[in-house]
Structures are given as C-alpha cells and as structure tokens.
C-alpha cells in the first residue's frame, strides 16, 4: 500500500516567555500508509501531539517536510492549508468540540454546509455517519444531552462527514471511562479494519496498537524504536 503522507526531517523549536527554546520536535520521520492505521505513542510531554498538528497542518515544522498526497504542505499559504482541512483531512481531539447548541445532527452538518456540500448530499453524509458510530437515535440531541462517549462518537461521525482522505486522533480516548473508551476503540476498529480510512492516531490503548500498520514511539522529540 502506498504511502499518503510521509514527514522527513520534521523538527519544532517553540520559544517561550523567558526567550529559552524548546526543541519540541528533533528531526522526525515518519511514513503513513494509505487505508491503514499509524499510531503515536510516548510519554507526556515527548511530542506527540506536536507531531500531529504538523502532520495536519495546524502548524508549521521549524524545518523538514511533509508531503501529503504528492505536495509539501508546510509550503503551502495559509488558505491552501486551511482548504486541505476543510476538504481532504478531519480532525478528533481528546477534548470534544461540540457547539452546545447544535443537536448531533446540525454538529456533524454545519462542518458540510461550511464546506458548501449541497443540501441532498449533506443529508444523505449526516444521517449515514451517525447511523455509523450507533447514534441513529441520538440525531437530535444536544450536546448536553448526551454521554461523553456519545459526544465523542459525534465528533468521530463530523470527522467521517466530509469523506476526507486522512483522520488525525490525538487520544480520542483520553478523558473517557474505561468501558466508554472501550466503544470509541471498537468504532475505530470498525473504521479501520472494514472501512480502510487512514488514520493517524495518538493512544495508548494496546488493542489499537494490534491492528496499526506501524507504530512510532516518541521520546523527548525524537522517534524511538
Ligand atoms: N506552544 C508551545 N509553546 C512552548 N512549548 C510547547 C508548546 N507546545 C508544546 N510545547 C512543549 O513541547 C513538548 C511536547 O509537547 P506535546 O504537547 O507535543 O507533548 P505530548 O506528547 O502530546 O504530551 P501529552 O501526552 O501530555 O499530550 C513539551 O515539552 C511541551 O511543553
Ligand atoms: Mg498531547
């Protein structure tokens, strides 16, 4: 299977308040496989989430590359980048980032209608993405009216909506229960296994780590093996 996205040489310098600077990332390189899972893990604080916003294009690499489907997006304008979240790429956060007051339904919508999806197509995405993470009674619900787990499968059907290329994961699971986790797990299971999506993800969670193509393990910015 081919390579989707492959990060060479990625490193990432913040500089903080006192002027001292922290290589957050110390020259990174990583292949992602089309259709498969590829896993980040590594201690708190050892760069993984700072990896991913790369890889996504949520920041910038300090230097390196990342090329996603034939292109280095780090050279890309800000509206070009902002284009390739909107249309090809899709986004779950360990905190979920629900409009309180949107039902489930207007949630997942609302990503498409920026888009400019026309309204058929939009229904049609809308309802089969959360009959697909099991809310198809939950539709109009809102946030509030619903469990994290739920919430977090809202999050995971607006991600699928769009139909975009890759999904980036940073600990889906983190701020959930066990037996919650267990359910968002099995969705990205389900997701990977049956559905073929190409997913970046953060976790920690071993059974994730059986079915990824390739697992990379950070430690202080730089990957370990
Ligand atoms: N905006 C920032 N400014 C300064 N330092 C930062 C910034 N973001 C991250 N860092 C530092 O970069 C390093 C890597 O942080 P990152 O958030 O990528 O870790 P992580 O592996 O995702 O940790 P966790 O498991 O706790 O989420 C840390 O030392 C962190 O303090
Ligand atoms: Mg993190």
Do not use: W
Not at 7 to 27: C, E, K, M, P, Q
Request: proline share 2%; hydrophobic share 40%.
């Amino acid at each position: 299977m081919a390579d989707i996205l492959t990060a060479s040489n990625i490193t990432r310098d913040f500089v903080i308040g006192d002027g001292s600077v922290v290589h957050a990332l110390r020259g990174v390189n990583i292949q992602v496989a089309e259709g498969k899972l590829t896993i980040l893990k590594g201690r708190s604080g050892s760069g993984k989430t700072t990896l991913i916003n790369m890889l996504g294009a949520l920041d910038r690499p300090t230097s390196g590359e990342v090329i996603f489907d034939g292109q280095d997006i780090t050279k890309l304008s800000d509206i070009k980048r902002d284009e390739l979240r909107r249309y090809q790429m899709a986004f779950v956060f360990q905190s979920v980032a629900l409009m309180s007051s949107m039902t489930a339904y207007e949630n997942v919508d609302f990503g498409l209608r920026l888009a400019g999806f026309p309204l058929e197509k939009r229904q049609e995405r809308v309802t089969k993405c959360l009959e697909e993470v099991g809310l198809a009674k939950r539709m109009h619900h809102r946030p509030g009216e619903l469990s994290g787990g739920e919430q977090q499968r809202v999050a995971i059907a607006r991600a699928l909506a769009h139909e975009p290329k890759i999904i980036f994961a940073d600990e889906p699971t983190a701020e959930l229960d066990s037996g919650t986790s267990h359910h968002i797990v099995e969705l990205f299971k389900t997701l990977v296994l049956d559905e073929h999506m190409t997913i970046v993800m953060t976790t920690h969670d071993v059974s994730l780590l059986e079915i990824a193509d390739r697992v990379y393990t950070l430690e202080d910015g730089e990957i370990v093996d």
